[in-house]
């Protein structure tokens, strides 16, 4: 799934049903260059709601690329990736002729004719043998060739906390929890001191529930699904890291008491609740902070980052991150233009000292985030030497951070299980809902029949 905009759970196989040819670009005109060799180019902008100076910082980054490419003309477009909306663009023709998705949905995407065949477009970037060749596979078909490009929020799971909660209830907000007991321990504490607010709190509904489930049973050592060599997926949804996982949520709701009183958050809401002082302590992208500044008036002072607790022998951080495709029938023209986007917005400014400082000093200018931790979509080198770049305009909170970009480049990164993404999430949530919700809920029964369900899914793959 996503970080920074956060994937309702639908399966796409709905999605994929829907007739193809529909799927083209074309809702907003995007057919191709106009006689006079113009091209208007509608591109994803700003979750809905963000914040006037987040807008700002846009717009006069639009104006840059203009002025460097006057033949084209961009569209800024609202955007938040939420499955059943996606769906019903993408059959439609109303998407932007940029847009983006989780690396977990480019492959069923390519396979099923939906995004343009951008290969011959990505290799005229001067970089584009640079990017990593893991990351840049996410957005790879099976004819090997590139449809989505790796763009942004390369993120590793962390752990999100509220520096102020903590010291509100004795604790050093220096010093993190490093353990799942100490979470656990912690989140009691916030909440007995400070009553209405969540402890701890998991998202639980439109896919994230299965999402940070699937973190919760990584962080344990466990999996979700086995894929074996010959390609047969298994549905492991029963594993004794995802019951240790429940078990841990359901003493932390019944008997701590620690959890608060709304159990239907989602990666938005969670946002907000944790923005705005309701929630103390929850896991998502390390990159969730320029979100919440964006759009959720989040006070850095409060903010801190710590890694996920690991334990067990197998024990992984969940991986994901975000790739910029363009839908499948567009014009050569349009595609021509929507790589020009591409490497100035996103990726052009990772690899390039001038641009990288250009782009930092916009989004400084006003007053948005600059530094927020990532993982590297090239390499350990190439990210250090940006950082040097634009450390002068670094203005994160970094040093309430540290438990998280200390140990960054060492983390035992895992990916998202690879089949049925989505649906399986979609699965899972009713069963974290029930935890929640249930004091009596019957945690294995529930991973069995959710395990059946999966099951049936891959089957039929």
């Known amino acids: 799934m996503k970080s920074t905009y956060r994937a309702a759970a639908f399966g796409l196989a709905g999605a994929m049903a829907l007739s193809l040819t529909a799927c083209s670009s074309g809702g907003n005109a995007s057919t191709g260059a106009s006689s006079d060799g113009k091209v208007t180019l509608s591109v994803v902008s700003l979750l809905p709601g963000s914040e006037q100076a987040a807008i700002d910082a846009f717009n006069a980054q639009v104006k840059q690329f203009e002025a460097a490419n006057p033949n084209i003309t961009i569209k800024p477009v609202e955007y938040e990736w939420q499955a059943p909306t996606f769906a019903a663009q993408l059959a439609g023709g109303t998407l932007p002729d940029v847009f983006e998705i989780p690396f977990t949905d480019a492959k069923t995407l390519i396979a099923n004719g939906q995004l343009a065949n951008m290969d011959k477009q990505f290799h005229t970037l001067p970089y584009a043998g640079k990017f990593n060749p893991a990351i840049l596979d996410s957005g790879k078909g099976s004819d090997g060739k590139v449809y989505a490009i790796p763009a942004k929020n390369v993120y590793g799971v962390g752990l999100h906390y509220n520096r102020k909660l903590f010291e509100s209830a004795g604790l050093d907000p220096d010093k993190p929890p490093t353990t799942w007991d100490q979470v656990a321990q912690d989140a009691k504490k916030i909440a007995d001191a400070n009553p209405g607010v969540a402890g701890y709190m998991q998202m639980s509904q439109n896919g994230t529930g299965g999402w940070q489930l699937t973190v919760q049973t990584y962080a344990r050592g466990g999996r979700i699904q086995e ?24 003493k932390m709701r019944w008997n701590d008491n620690s959890l608060g009183s709304n159990y239907l958050l989602d990666w938005g809401t969670m946002n907000q609740a944790f923005a705005s002082g309701k929630v103390a302590m929850y896991t998502s992208g390390s990159d969730v902070y320029t979100s919440m500044i964006q759009s959720n008036g989040l006070d850095p002072a409060i903010y801190g980052l710590a890694a996920l607790p690991l334990e067990g022998s197998d024990a992984g951080v969940l991986t994901g991150g975000t790739l910029a495709a363009v839908p499948a029938g567009v014009s050569t023209a349009v595609k021509n233009a929507a790589i020009k986007w591409i490497d100035f917005f996103y990726t052009g400014k990772l690899v390039d000292k001038d641009r990288a400082v250009a782009d930092a000093q916009t989004l400084v200018k006003d007053k948005q985030p600059v530094g927020t931790p990532v993982l590297p979509m090239f390499d350990k080198a190439q990210y250090e030497q940006n950082q040097e770049w634009i450390k002068q305009y670094i203005n994160v909170p970094l040093d309430h951070m540290k438990s998280y970009t200390d140990t960054m480049f060492e983390l035992p990164l895992v990916g998202e299980p690879s089949r049925h993404t989505q649906e399986i999430y979609a699965l899972m949530d009713p069963v974290v809902q029930a935890v929640l919700t249930n004091k009596n809920a019957d945690i294995e029964k529930l991973l069995k029949d959710a395990n059946t369900q999966a099951q049936n899914l891959l089957d039929q793959d």
């Open 227 to 250: 894929v074996s060599k010959d390609g047969k997926a298994t549905s492991t949804l029963d594993d004794p890291a995802t019951v240790e996982a429940l078990q841990w949520l359901q």
